[in-house]
């Protein structure tokens, strides 16, 4: 059977609705953005409390920049380590209620570079079978041997770590709230199982910084104590970029020396690390865009209702479950054409066949934005039952 070229490739993508392409925005602050001269409301993004144009967080960013300039100029390890960076991760460890904590570029090179770092040949990692491509990645990287277990199937997950008793070491891994279905992991759950079988317990909380918990904390706010480390991003509620692991000591130490992500990579820029560090502190100081950010959810979740469309989670992520790959893709372009950006979800994002509309939403939008939604999608796909649109 012949190999096929990439434009082949790229047509099998077309024909079954996987083909991707990228669209430059213009004029975008978070919530809104024009598109080919038209005005659009984003509900796609993750700048869930808008800070990303906070005025504080602008000026901790050029306050930055003429100290330090551009760029880091080298990596970590070298020369790339500046106040802000230590300052951050000062700060991070005790937001987090942990020893120590660590930067790195982004989120996804925090979570390759934790699991590639702590497991290797002879160790297992059991996770959760939807959590995010980097935490799988990183897995993969490791070379340890690898094992999922169905999407909160902790009866699952269990029986694995009891046929594993020969294994070095065992690390137990899960996203806090999933990426695609805006529900979160049982985090009661997986400490017990992590405290019976003598595990490593690794919880991705990206989604959940900055939203969840009485202090903004997370999911895993008031679990710190019970969770060996906490990995999480600087670029969805915080509206920055970079990613963190916090841990203890030994554990961010261990990472320092053997983190592949973080010893070859160039250091993130100092203005990020301090106009993150400003949203860290305004996440501590303000708990009002949290507040406007839950108020917001709440109002989508009854419009929503109000068309017959019920969602199972309270989340800032809504899945719109669509299903076939070509009708998300045709309504997303019809949801397009009404101002409304919320791009289709497809596989390998998502399993074949639940292709979704990927609905977040922000503390940024106002309440016009949010009629204006409902608008849309009371045009365009009418009244429904259930939880999908069909």
Same mark, same amino acid.
């Given at each position: 059977?012949?190999?096929? #070229?990439?434009?082949?490739?790229?047509? !099998?993508?077309?024909?079954?609705?996987?083909?991707?392409?990228?669209?430059?925005?213009?004029?975008?602050?978070?919530?809104?953005? +024009?598109?080919?001269?038209?005005?659009? /409301?984003?509900?796609?993004?993750?700048?869930?409390?808008?800070?990303? @144009?906070?005025?504080?967080?602008? +000026?901790?960013?050029?306050?930055?920049?003429?100290?330090?300039?551009?760029?880091? *100029?080298?990596?970590?390890?070298?020369?790339?380590?500046?106040?802000?960076?230590? +300052?951050?991760?000062?700060?991070?460890? +005790?937001?987090?209620?942990?020893?120590?904590?660590?930067?790195?570029?982004?989120?996804?090179?925090?979570?390759?570079?934790?699991?590639?770092?702590?497991?290797?040949?002879? !160790?297992?990692?059991?996770?959760?079978?939807?959590?995010?491509?980097?935490?799988? !990645?990183?897995?993969?990287?490791?070379?340890?041997?690898?094992?999922?277990? %169905?999407?909160?199937?902790?009866?699952?997950?269990?029986? &694995?770590?009891?046929?594993?008793?020969?294994?070095?070491? @065992?690390?137990?891994?899960?996203?806090?709230?999933?990426?695609?279905?805006?529900?979160?992991?049982?985090?009661?759950?997986?400490?017990?199982?992590?405290?019976?079988?003598?595990?490593?317990?690794?919880?991705?909380?990206?989604?959940?910084?900055?939203?969840?918990?009485?202090?903004?904390?997370?999911?895993?706010?008031?679990?710190?104590?019970?969770?060996?480390?906490?990995?999480?991003?600087?670029?969805? $509620?915080?509206?920055?970029?970079?990613?963190?692991?916090?841990?203890?000591?030994?554990?961010?130490?261990?990472? &320092?020396?053997?983190?592949?992500?973080? &010893?070859?990579?160039?250091?993130?820029? %100092?203005?990020?690390?301090?106009?993150?560090?400003?949203?860290?502190?305004? &996440?501590?100081?303000?708990?009002?865009?949290?507040?406007?950010?839950?108020?917001?959810? !709440?109002?989508?979740?009854? =419009? =929503?209702?109000?068309? *017959?469309?019920?969602?199972?989670?309270?989340?800032?992520?809504? %899945?719109?479950? /669509?299903?076939?790959?070509?009708? $998300?893709?045709?309504?997303?372009?019809?949801?397009?054409?009404?101002?409304?950006? /919320? %791009? $289709?979800?497809?596989?390998?994002?998502?399993?074949?066949?639940?292709?979704?509309?990927?609905?977040?939403?922000?503390? $940024?939008?106002?309440?016009?934005?949010?009629?204006?939604?409902?608008?849309?999608?009371?045009?365009?796909?009418?009244?429904?039952?259930? #939880? *999908?649109?069909?």
């Amino acid at each position: 059977m012949p190999v096929p #070229t990439l434009e082949e490739e790229l047509n !099998d993508l077309r024909l079954h609705g996987l083909y991707r392409k990228v669209r430059t925005l213009s004029h975008c602050d978070g919530t809104h953005a +024009q598109w080919e001269g038209r005005e659009l /409301i984003l509900f796609c993004g993750n700048d869930y409390l808008g800070l990303s @144009r906070h005025p504080r967080v602008i +000026q901790a960013a050029a306050s930055a920049l003429q100290d330090y300039g551009l760029g880091s *100029g080298a990596s970590r390890l070298v020369s790339g380590t500046s106040e802000p960076h230590t +300052q951050l991760e000062k700060e991070l460890a +005790q937001f987090k209620q942990k020893e120590s904590a660590l930067v790195f570029g982004s989120g996804y090179l925090a979570n390759v570079g934790v699991l590639s770092a702590l497991a290797g040949e002879g !160790d297992l990692i059991v996770m959760d079978k939807l959590s995010h491509a980097s935490l799988i !990645d990183g897995a993969r990287l490791s070379g340890a041997a690898f094992r999922v277990f %169905p999407h909160k199937n902790y009866k699952k997950c269990e029986e &694995i770590l009891k046929k594993s008793p020969s294994h070095r070491h @065992r690390l137990l891994v899960s996203d806090a709230v999933f990426s695609m279905d805006g529900d979160l992991a049982d985090l009661k759950e997986l400490v017990r199982l992590k405290e019976k079988y003598d595990c490593l317990l690794v919880i991705d909380d990206a989604h959940g910084l900055g939203v969840y918990g009485p202090n903004g904390g997370g999911v895993a706010e008031g679990w710190e104590e019970k969770i060996d480390l906490i990995a999480g991003t600087l670029s969805k $509620a915080l509206g920055v970029f970079g990613g963190f692991a916090a841990a203890s000591r030994t554990l961010i130490e261990h990472l &320092i020396n053997f983190s592949r992500p973080f &010893i070859f990579a160039t250091a993130p820029p %100092p203005l990020l690390c301090r106009a993150a560090l400003e949203s860290l502190r305004l &996440i501590q100081e303000d708990s009002s865009l949290r507040e406007r950010l839950w108020q917001n959810v !709440d109002r989508v979740l009854e =419009l =929503l209702a109000r068309s *017959g469309i019920s969602i199972e989670n309270r989340s800032p992520i809504i %899945p719109l479950m /669509i299903g076939e790959e070509n009708k $998300a893709v045709s309504i997303s372009e019809k949801l397009l054409e009404k101002g409304i950006f /919320i %791009p $289709a979800i497809r596989y390998p994002s998502v399993p074949r066949g639940k292709a979704r509309l990927r609905l977040t939403v922000s503390a $940024a939008h106002t309440e016009e934005d949010l009629e204006k939604l409902f608008e849309a999608l009371a045009v365009i796909v009418g009244r429904k039952k259930g #939880t *999908g649109l069909c």
